[in-house]
């Protein structure tokens, strides 16, 4: 199955395709019922495998084994791997991208931040000089086959933003992402600088970056959409309330059929969709 292909058929379409930052197999298996496509995000693996901030605990073959068990259980979604600034080394960055690829992963995101890296989102991020970032993209360029790679910015000085879109624009990336980006305007100067290339909009809670549905990104000619972590705030207040109502009900659970709340059959009912050997040739994920 050719997954960069398929993925970058997707980012091909007329509308801003969409893809849900996932942090467990149990939040891909909620996701995969909406969407068929995900972001595996460092943000939210940084917070459920290490219970960590993101800036840059993760180990790759943490990562790897996480997405060789995405692909296993989800055969035909789109899986885009944050693999942050490559593992600092450039070998170590061509050497990750050649795994996750035969593993199946559709696509990476490579960053030009350099140690110690922040969330795109966050303030004080440092980058790297433009040069040695463009150096190792040109590396993992090389390294890969038919894997989507996507090159980011973090750059937030005005006109360091643009020079680093024009330049990434020009290399063999499949898309370009500038992170953190502020104002539709920017959007907008960003669009106009890399031409034709395929633009990636990052959306997080709380972020830095305006809050824009699919259809004024699609105006705006942004070709996919990630949202990095849905799936991990909404846990984080789903069961923060949980415990809450189950301390005030002094240790009772609730009656599942009583409220409709997610009990041990519906959860044993998601799982084992999972079961690879469910997994025929006709198998398709959400339209969406």
């Given at each position: 199955?050719?997954?960069?292909?398929?993925?970058?058929?997707?980012?091909?379409?007329?509308?801003?395709?969409?893809?849900?930052?996932?942090?467990?197999?149990?939040?891909?298996?909620?996701?995969?019922?909406?969407?068929?496509?995900?972001?595996?995000?460092?943000?939210?693996?940084?917070?459920?495998?290490?219970?960590?901030?993101?800036?840059?605990?993760?180990?790759?073959?943490?990562?790897?084994?996480?997405?060789?068990?995405?692909?296993?259980?989800?055969?035909?979604?789109?899986?885009?791997?944050?693999?942050?600034?490559?593992?600092?080394?450039?070998?170590?960055?061509?050497?990750?991208?050649?795994?996750?690829?035969?593993?199946?992963?559709?696509?990476?995101?490579?960053?030009?931040?350099?140690?110690?890296?922040?969330?795109?989102?966050?303030?004080?991020?440092?980058?790297?000089?433009?040069?040695?970032?463009?150096?190792?993209?040109?590396?993992?360029?090389?390294?890969?086959?038919?894997?989507?790679?996507?090159?980011?910015?973090?750059?937030?000085?005005?006109?360091?933003?643009?020079?680093?879109?024009?330049?990434?624009?020009?290399?063999?990336?499949?898309?370009?992402?500038?992170?953190?980006?502020?104002?539709?305007?920017?959007?907008?100067?960003?669009?106009?600088?890399?031409?034709?290339?395929?633009?990636?909009?990052?959306?997080?809670?709380?972020?830095?970056?305006?809050?824009?549905?699919?259809?004024?990104?699609?105006?705006?000619?942004?070709?996919?959409?990630i949202y990095s972590t849905p799936c991990l705030f909404a846990a984080h207040g789903a069961i923060d309330g949980a415990l809450i109502d189950l301390k005030m009900a002094d240790g009772r659970l609730p009656?599942?059929?009583?409220?409709?709340?997610?009990?041990?059959?519906?959860?044993?009912?998601?799982?084992?969709?999972?079961?690879?050997?469910?997994?025929?040739?006709?198998?398709?994920?959400?339209?969406?």
């Amino acid at each position: 199955m050719c997954y960069g292909k398929e993925l970058r058929e997707a980012i091909g379409s007329p509308r801003t395709t969409p893809l849900i930052g996932i942090y467990d197999m149990y939040s891909a298996s909620i996701a995969a019922r909406h969407y068929n496509g995900f972001f595996v995000s460092g943000f939210g693996f940084a917070a459920s495998h290490y219970g960590l901030p993101d800036i840059g605990f993760i180990a790759w073959p943490d990562m790897l084994a996480f997405v060789e068990r995405l692909r296993l259980a989800f055969p035909a979604h789109h899986l885009l791997v944050d693999i942050d600034d490559g593992y600092v080394d450039p070998e170590v960055a061509c050497h990750v991208v050649q795994r996750l690829e035969r593993t199946g992963a559709s696509g990476v995101i490579l960053e030009d931040q350099q140690r110690p890296r922040r969330c795109g989102h966050a303030d004080g991020k440092l980058i790297l000089p433009l040069e040695e970032y463009l150096a190792k993209l040109d590396l993992v360029l090389s390294s890969r086959r038919d894997l989507v790679v996507v090159a980011r910015t973090d750059a937030t000085e005005e006109p360091e933003i643009l020079r680093r879109a024009a330049a990434l624009a020009e290399t063999g990336a499949d898309v370009i992402l500038v992170d953190g980006v502020r104002s539709v305007e920017w959007i907008r100067r960003i669009r106009k600088v890399v031409g034709d290339k395929p633009l990636l909009f990052n959306q997080i809670a709380g972020g830095k970056s305006p809050r824009l549905s699919l259809s004024e990104l699609t105006d705006l000619d942004v070709d996919v959409a990630i949202y990095s972590t849905p799936c991990l705030f909404a846990a984080h207040g789903a069961i923060d309330g949980a415990l809450i109502d189950l301390k005030m009900a002094d240790g009772r659970l609730p009656d599942t059929q009583e409220t409709g709340a997610v009990g041990v059959r519906g959860a044993t009912e998601l799982l084992e969709r999972n079961l690879s050997r469910h997994h025929g040739h006709d198998r398709r994920p959400a339209s969406v």
